[in-house]
């Protein structure tokens, strides 16, 4: 159980395009995803959380009309990148934590974007 | 705020070697302490975690970690490490109210067969 699925897995895509990606909880509901980034070689960076039906709260930083989050249901929330850049590029990752065991995020395969 | 902190970075081991991977966090009240393993090409999965009770604490595959209070430390250990088990290993740590989840910076594990 507890299994996180992303599509896509990986996605190249012009600069000044747009690009969604999907997080899905496949077997529990999700009150709460996270999204991540992560750099070449580094940890995983919190890039904002959502809770489903609410406005996502983004960590400092993170431009939140540049990156869209929609929690829309307990089992999906996606991300946008608008206007995608070549500095985009990166390995976004989501997690999610339902209301079972608590404070424990499973964590989605991660989407490689790559902007050209 | 939290933060974590894993000293070493890279670690390169023989099989049957000991292990033992350091982290040490930064945050004033009551913890939740977790270890994740991410195998080359994978993605993150939970090693173990410790929310309360024995500090000594088991998870999959072998591993162990001991939370010390005094020491703000949750370090992993394992007796005999695989081939297998070359990955990299992010101890994590989240408040109380489990609302964020703040990442060390990894380390890379290399077992030498």
């Known amino acids: 159980g507890a299994v996180v699925s992303q599509h896509p897995s990986r996605v190249i895509c012009k600069s000044g395009t747009s690009v969604k990606i999907e997080c899905r909880s496949l077997?529990?509901?999700?009150?709460?995803m996270f999204w991540y980034r992560q750099f070449p070689k580094q940890s995983l960076m919190l890039m904002a959380t959502?809770?489903?039906?609410?406005?996502?709260?983004?960590e400092q930083g993170v431009e939140k009309d540049k990156f869209l989050i929609n929690h829309a249901s307990l089992t999906l929330s996606t991300l946008t990148v608008t206007s995608a850049h070549p500095e985009d590029s990166s390995f976004y990752i989501c997690s999610a934590r339902g209301g079972g065991v608590a404070y424990e995020q499973y964590f989605g395969p991660g989407t490689r974007l790559t902007v050209t | 705020a939290q933060s974590v902190s894993q000293h070493n970075h890279h670690v390169i081991l023989s099989e049957a070697a000991s292990l033992e991977l350091g982290c040490n966090y930064s945050?004033?009240?009551?913890?939740?302490l977790f270890w994740y393993v991410q195998y080359p090409g994978q993605h993150l999965q939970l090693l173990l975690k410790?929310?309360?009770?024995?500090?000594l604490v088991k998870g999959i595959k072998g591993f162990e970690a001991e939370f010390i209070k005094s020491k703000f430390s949750f370090n992993l250990r394992k007796p005999s490490v695989q081939w297998s088990d070359t990955a990299e290993y992010f101890c994590a740590v989240t408040n109380n109210a489990g609302n964020m989840l703040t990442f060390g910076g990894g380390t890379r594990l290399m077992v030498k067969p």
């Open positions: 410790y929310f309360s009770g024995d500090p």
């Open positions: 945050y004033g009240g009551t913890v939740n």
């Open positions: 959502s809770n489903e039906g609410s406005k996502a709260t983004y």
């Open positions: 077997d529990f509901q999700a009150t709460t």
